[in-house]
């Protein structure tokens, strides 16, 4: 077993550079799937486990790849079966995309149901929903979800939920139906935008991505293209809340300043000072951190994914915070391991109840998700003394080299291997 240890209390300084977005990659990379003529070369692909599960899943499919860095090159020409079996799929939620994308082209596919962090109920009935509505027999068996069209067929549909993985999922399946979807009430994360005009960059006629309403006129094929992924507002964010906490100033490079507004707010009303460049952002701390309410929300809102390494901050702000997360109703396994690294929190629900301390104190702490794992990295930068960190899966499924990138910046990160 892999163990990061962290010699806390150090000031981090310098320059960082932020990788394609996860969860952008991950839909992008089975979104490959529709080419039926050319290859598909990725490029700003980050190497994190998720990544790595997706590219054997689509292998397994008989996809052909290349990969050279951070740039991938898929070839779905010659894809040989439509059931996606392979442990991978069930370790991981993006498995879910392959509905989407093999459905749009062969109107057939069956996918293990999907893994994925364990941070309250995952239900996927609003894709099954875009599913149905275009035209596709849904069927649940012996843990497998099978979906069969004998031909897509545009129509509206209003989700009652906003879903990222729906919007995607179902905007991939339309993209090849006949006549025009129009989908409202959807997610506008930047990955939302990120796959549509990758899909558009195949040939795909998609607008409005961004929006409430996403429209999608059926084309006949998708062809291959070169495709840059965006970069990753959840790492970035990251780094920013890592600055915030220990950081005297740091510039966050490759990132797009406006997917971090709502992050940079908060950190604004927190008292940290953020410089906004054209592709970075810089950090500029003075310890003296306010207390401050955070409520998540679906994009342009404050993320759900960055709740986690917030809360580390909102440990030794000034005051009382309150943090409701409205995304996700189990996603504060963590503070048991922040409060045993000396924070004050009141858990009740969706609400986190946080009394700021002095300081965190270095102790022996697990991840028990992936962002729970960022989290647990600020606090162990945070904290007086030695922090050792376990169950680095879930970290390593969405972090690309996080502890090179700390240690460049000044941090005394380690990674051991431990029996
Ligand atoms: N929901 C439904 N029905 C559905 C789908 C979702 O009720 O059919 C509900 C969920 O229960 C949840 C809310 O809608 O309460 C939002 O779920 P969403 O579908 O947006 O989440 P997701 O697509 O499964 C993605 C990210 C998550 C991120 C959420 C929210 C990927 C692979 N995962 O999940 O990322 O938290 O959007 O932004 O894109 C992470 O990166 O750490 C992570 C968990």
Redesign the pocket.
Known sequence: MNKIVIQGGKRINGEVDISGA??AA??ILPAAILASEGKCCIENVPNIK?VNCMLKILESLGCEIERNESTIIIDSTNIKTFYANIEEVRK???S??LLGSMLSRFKECSVDLPG??A???????????GFEALGTEVEISHGSLKVKADKLQGTNIFF?????????NVMMSAVLAEGTTILENV?K?P?IVDVANFLNAMGADIKGAGTDVIRIKGVEKLHGCTYSVIPDQ?EAGTFMIAAAACGDEVRIKNVIPKHLESISAKLIEMGVEIIEDDDSVIVKSNNNLKAVNVKTL??PGF???IQQPMSVLLTVAEGRSIVNES???SRFRHLDELEKMGAKVKVEGRIAVFDGVNKLTGAEVEAS???AGAAMVIAGLMAEGTTRISGLEHLD??YPDIEKKLSALGAQIKRINVE
């Open positions: 996860k969860n991950v839909a998720d991981m939620r993006a879910y995309y994925g962090c941070i309250g109920v995952r239900p996927i009935d609003q894709h099954i929903k009652d939920v906003i879903s990222v993985g729906a919007t995607i997610a994360e990955h959840i679906p994009y993320p759900t994914d995304i996700w109703e998700d992936l962002r499924r969405g």
